[in-house]
């Protein structure tokens, strides 16, 4: 028999359909449960579109079943106001839910367990928690953006076994192999924008576009880290025009920039280099995730480009830990991520 535990993952795996296509709001997924069969299933797929839990209600209907009595599995707690969108606990409760499972709940304290609230004293009962880590971790971007005020930063950076980007006269292509940029490609969707330093602009001349798959509908923001760089130089590069350049001086430089883009409603920043901007998002505490391709190749040379640059430290007590490590292999190439702040 499926237990909670297993309708809740049918749900995660719904709502990771909508990666990268629903920011600046979370991915949800939803399945709706009578007599032990899943008799709707609905995920979040659009900012401004029906939520998951309307899209399963929805989905019960088209196949001729009736809600009633059903439970409902989501795995971030119903809206309860309006948005742009009416509130699910209403929904919930005139299609006659009898009970909701909930994976986790609202992390905006304004609204954090107000559908609990809604949810109970109509008579549903309702559990929380159940693959709780699993529905934090889905829309870990999500949550620090609401929490904070600020995007959730990933720090991606492709290098050799030796730690090096590039050779001394700035070649880098190509240090890690198709799966790994396949990889690079997922992140970018997710992403709100692309942080790139000046250096790394002209050398490269990237095109920080999502191009898997094709006619992506959300390209994200370019932007340019430089004390050089004209919006000229920038309209050569760019265009189409969907670029800015910045000047992040010192820490309190990127702090303010950071809530800036908070405010634009960009939840998650993807910084791909090169080695100083890396540098300098570290030692400003700007980092919350990273994720190092490594790449089973020995450049050498003294003056090859480090994967971060910036000041030398002068013990191992200053190196930065990681938290919740994982180990990823595309293809030959080892993908090293984690958190930079345990939680």
Same mark, same amino acid.
């Given at each position: ?173 190509? +240090?890690?192999? %198709? /799966? ?6 997922? #992140? ?8 790139? !330093? @000046? ?87 700007? +980092?919350?995730? %990273? /994720? ?6 020995? #450049? ?8 971060? !640059? @910036? ?33």
């Amino acid at each position: 028999m499926n237990s909670d535990s297993d309708f809740m993952l049918e749900a995660i795996s719904l709502a990771r359909m909508g990666w990268g296509l629903t920011n600046p709001n979370p991915m949800v997924g939803c399945v709706i449960v009578k007599n032990g069969s899943i008799i709707g299933r609905g995920f979040h797929q659009k900012a401004g579109e029906a939520h998951a839990e309307i899209n399963a209600l929805r989905d019960v209907t088209k196949h001729d079943f009736s809600p009633e009595g059903a439970t409902l599995y989501v795995t971030l707690e119903p809206c309860s106001s309006y948005g742009r969108t009416p509130p699910c606990t209403d929904a919930i409760i005139n299609a006659g839910i009898s009970k909701v499972v909930i994976g986790a709940l609202d992390p905006n304290p304004k609204h954090a367990g107000r559908g609990v609230d809604l949810l109970k004293n109509a008579g549903i009962e309702v559990i929380c928690g159940v693959e709780n880590s699993e529905c934090c971790e889905l829309n870990r971007h999500f949550f620090r953006w609401i929490s904070s005020g600020k995007p959730f930063v990933i720090l991606k950076m492709a290098m050799t076994l030796d730690g090096r980007i590039a050779t001394e006269n700035g070649d880098s292509k190509w +240090v890690t192999g %198709v /799966e790994a940029r396949r990889r690079v490609q997922q #992140l970018r969707r997710l992403a709100d924008a692309i942080m790139i !330093g @000046g250096n790394t602009l002209r050398n490269d001349n990237p095109q920080l576009t999502v191009r898997e798959p094709e006619n992506w509908p959300r390209q994200p923001q370019r932007i340019i880290v430089s004390s050089t760089l004209s919006n000229d130089d920038l309209q050569e590069y760019f265009p189409d025009g969907r670029a800015e350049i910045v000047e992040l001086p010192d820490n309190a430089a990127w702090e303010k920039y950071l809530r800036e883009l908070g405010e634009r409603n960009y939840s998650t920043i993807l910084i791909e280099g090169g080695g100083e901007v890396a540098a300098a998002a570290l030692r400003a505490n700007a +980092v919350d995730m %990273v /994720e190092f391709h490594i790449a089973p190749k020995i #450049l050498g040379g003294r003056n090859s480009i480090p994967a971060v !640059g @910036g000041f030398s430290p002068e013990g191992m007590d200053e190196a930065m830990k990681l938290y919740n490590v994982t180990y990823t292999q595309y293809g030959d190439d080892l993908a090293v991520s984690g958190y930079l702040q345990e939680e």
